[in-house]
């Protein structure tokens, strides 16, 4: 797979995308659009049932929160379209990981605030009620109601998150994936919130904030987790896969291929992961005393920027010994 695509195509900076990328882009951005009309209909659908329940608000304020990383996959999207200039020479794809950490600390932020303040509801023991509302001239437990939106939001969430994760591992998204990740969950949280105005309906006041806690403690840990992986991509930690599992084998490839040429005696890359893009920094120890010729470099890199579109800037430097106090070591150990 090259990154030149014969077609105009869709850019990422300089970088234009496959043809398989384009169309993940553009399923991208269409589902986006689509999570948001969902969530404007379900945060007014549940601000309308909320009542006094404090899993219910809980519930509202994590469905609030997930417009968060659909609108950052947007604008960063829009935002890594311009391409380099002087006063960015590197192009403008750090916005993802900007964008990433913005969404990421508002979580945290929240999550810490539910969390405490479910916590100190439980603590006083403040009993929460539900009461009645009269719909077309009969009167209904409010509960009712509650339970009923939350079980219908439940489900598209996950379907949603599942769509998104295949495209995350496509267009390497973590902004994507993170939003992914956080879909698929959602279903417990639409759970923990019937279970938690079911308890007040059977007079187990407890049980409400309990679920808030719950609630607070799932979007606390997706902040935590998503800020921990924002800053460390923006820190330049080593590649990695979109879901942060493992070291890129993108590495180990390029590696492979630069020992297997004639003129080489050892290789070893470093990679700096820009947000969907990689800037490629590779140390080759020629096989002899004379160096290798422009044609013998430039041949090189241009097979090394034709194995995977993510390889934006490659450079190849020849030196007498491998620079190891600052390359990442083997796949299998070191910092993750």
Not at 153 to 167: D, E, N, S
């Amino acid at each position: 797979m090259t990154n030149v695509d014969s077609s105009s195509g869709t850019r990422f900076g300089h970088t234009r995308l496959p043809a398989e990328q384009q169309e993940a882009l553009r399923k991208a951005r269409r589902i986006e659009w689509i999570t948001i009309g969902f969530l404007a209909v379900t945060t007014t659908l549940v601000f309308l049932v909320l009542g006094n329940s404090q899993a219910m608000k809980a519930a509202w304020i994590e469905d609030l929160l997930s417009f968060l990383p659909p609108l950052s996959f947007l604008l960063a999207a829009h935002a890594i379209r311009k391409p380099p200039s002087e006063k960015h020479p590197y192009g403008y794809h750090r916005s993802t990981g900007v964008a990433h950490l913005v969404a990421a600390v508002a979580l945290t932020v929240m999550g810490g605030y539910l969390l405490v303040e479910s916590a100190l509801g439980l603590i006083r023991a403040e009993h929460p009620t539900i009461g009645g509302i009269e719909l077309f001239g009969v009167t209904i437990w409010l509960g009712w109601l509650m339970m009923g939106v939350m079980v219908l939001t439940a489900a598209p969430p996950v379907f949603l998150g599942r769509a998104k994760m295949k495209l995350a591992e496509k267009l390497h998204d973590k902004v994507l994936y993170a939003d992914a990740d956080m879909n698929k969950a959602d279903w417990m949280t639409a759970v923990a919130a019937v279970v938690g105005v079911a308890g007040i309906g059977f007079g187990l006041w407890w049980a409400d904030y309990a679920a808030a806690l719950i609630i607070a403690a799932s979007i606390l840990h997706d902040g935590f987790k998503n800020t921990r992986a924002a800053v460390s991509a923006l820190m330049d930690k080593r590649a990695m896969t979109y879901d942060d599992s493992e070291p890129h084998p993108l590495g180990r490839r390029l590696d492979d291929y630069l020992r297997s040429l004639d003129w080489t005696g050892d290789a070893k890359s470093r990679i700096r992961d820009e947000g969907h893009v990689f800037h490629v920094e590779s140390f080759v120890v020629p096989a002899s005393q004379a160096l290798p010729t422009l044609d013998q470099l430039e041949e090189a890199r241009q097979a090394c920027i034709a194995m995977d579109w993510k390889v934006q800037d490659m450079v190849i430097v020849p030196v007498s010994e491998l620079p190891t106090e600052f390359l990442p070591g083997p796949t299998s150990g070191g910092e993750r």
